[in-house]
């Protein structure tokens, strides 16, 4: 399932590209989660009509669901585009034929912004305004952005306190912060030392700062990573992630925590798996546990040769490798 960082990094692989084109015309395919038209007294075809001739104003995210903002004859609208289970954009100029899992197409006088999604949760919805009663229930209920100023430490020590179910879950349910979803929640919790098992109201400020920290490091570096390669994934551009991430502890029951050596173990919390390592992660431990500023958040190999020359440029920063020498030391090298 895309998460967070995917779609960040898939905004900002055509946002800057799409920005001032106008719609030419719209082609809907299968039923996707929602229809196109849902909650218009005129349907599709009043989405439809209202979009054509629309220009396109810019892209924004909130949490997992990316806002394309439209003006047309002076009134604005909104796409909000959702990738489901299995979805990705693409935004070009001669894209080859669709396929039969392409089920949505904007075409506009910069390219043609497609969605392929082959299980069909995502979805693609009109609105004229985020106020309108489809909009809100998407977008109402969501936490507060995590790369962002409105992500504050003591703010979210606050929240923490009024829930009593394990930490783990509470980030996932995504309505104190947003988009630390189940791969980037079982990394934050990791780096911070703090066991998934913990009543979110049992972490003190320190503990609360640390996860914060880690939160906005981990999904930082995804996005900077061109998104998670743990799943197959692609931008926009139709670029993989630069890099194979390899995570500290997500997938690696059993194998050996790389930071202690201890197993890493696996348990089922709310039907998602969830891993940890009892050694790092120890609730006994205070905020000692771990120190983030010494913390590698991925190993990384390169995972393409190829030469991505992507208009984007800030999708590829530094990926920092861990070399394990034989006297058991880890030395840090940076690569680009
Ligand atoms: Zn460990």
Redesign the pocket.
């Given at each position: 399932m895309p998460e967070l960082p995917e779609v960040e990094v898939t905004r900002l692989s055509f946002a800057s590209r799409i920005a001032n084109a106008q719609v030419r015309e719209i082609h809907v395919g299968k039923p996707l989660r929602w229809p196109l038209g849902v909650g218009l007294a005129g349907g599709a075809a009043e989405a439809v009509n209202a979009l054509e001739g629309a220009q396109v104003q810019g892209v924004r995210r909130r949490g997992k669901y990316l806002l394309v903002d439209l003006v047309s004859s002076a009134r604005p609208s909104l796409l909000i585009i959702h990738l489901g289970m299995s979805g990705s954009l693409r935004f070009d100029k001669n894209l080859p034929p669709a396929g039969k899992h392409d089920h949505f197409s904007m075409q506009t006088t910069h390219g043609e912004l497609r969605l392929h999604d082959p299980r069909r949760f995502g979805a693609v919805i009109f609105a004229y305004s985020e106020n309108e009663s489809w909009p809100r229930k998407l977008l109402a209920g969501l936490g507060v952005e995590p790369l962002t100023d409105d992500f504050r430490p003591d703010a979210f020590h606050i929240a923490l306190r009024a829930r009593s179910a394990p930490i783990k879950q509470v980030l996932l349910a995504g309505d104190i912060v947003v988009g630390v979803g189940n791969i980037y929640a079982s990394e934050a919790l990791f780096l911070a030392g703090i066991r998934p098992t913990l009543a979110a109201n049992k972490l003190s400020k320190p503990r609360t700062a640390k996860l914060h920290a880690a939160i906005v490091r981990v999904l930082q570096a995804a996005v900077n990573l061109g998104g998670s390669t743990l799943r197959d994934f692609s931008s926009a551009a139709g670029e993989g992630g630069y890099f194979q991430l390899q995570a500290n502890v997500y997938g690696r029951e059993g194998q050996a925590?790389r930071?202690?050596?201890?197993q890493v173990k696996m348990i089922r919390q709310g039907q998602r798996s969830t891993f940890y390592?009892a050694?790092?992660q120890n609730n006994l431990r205070t905020t000692d546990a771990i120190e983030l500023q010494n913390q590698t958040l991925f190993n990384c190999t390169v995972a393409s040769t190829s030469t991505n020359t992507s208009s984007e440029g800030s999708m590829r920063e530094t990926c920092t490798t861990v070399l394990t020498t034989p006297s058991g030391q880890n030395k840090m090298r940076t690569r680009l």
């Open positions: 925590c930071l202690c050596g201890s390592c050694s790092c």
